[in-house]
């Protein structure tokens, strides 16, 4: 059975920093992507980053270049997301999400992948 557990959210001043962590169980160890969307309300979701799992290939989107960073942690089953330079409109709920494959990161958009965890909610305050 596929769980994933994110985590790691919080109340932080603009400018600072995060880490999101996903912990993620029930894959075949190199054939899969992992990765994260946010939804900010009043606002449709968007994808964020991904990570493939097997040749650890990574997209992000445009307002987080080079700001946001994804890693894994694959003996541990563990995705993590750095945020630094945080900004208000960074505010959103998180989601992990994760899909079976090696060709989803970069790929179909991460809200469309099949599996997704709880939400940790992120605030950026000016």
């Known amino acids: 059975e596929v769980q994933l557990q994110a985590s790691g959210g919080g109340l932080v001043q603009a400018g600072g920093s995060l880490r999101l962590s996903c912990a993620a169980s029930?894959?075949?160890?190199?054939?899969?992507?992992i990765g994260w969307f946010r939804q900010a309300p009043g606002k449709e979701r968007e994808g964020v980053s991904c990570?493939?799992?097997?040749?650890?290939?990574?997209f992000y989107e445009d307002s987080v270049k080079g700001r946001f960073t994804i890693s894994s942690d694959n003996a541990k089953n563990m995705v993590y997301l750095q945020m630094n330079s945080l900004k208000p409109e960074d505010t959103a709920v998180y989601y992990c999400a994760g899909a079976v494959g090696d060709s989803w990161c970069p790929g179909p958009p991460i809200t469309s992948y099949n599996y997704r965890g709880q939400g940790t909610l992120v605030t950026v305050s000016s």
């Open positions: 029930g894959f075949t160890f190199g054939d899969y992507a």
């Open positions: 990570i493939s799992s097997g040749d650890g290939r990574t």
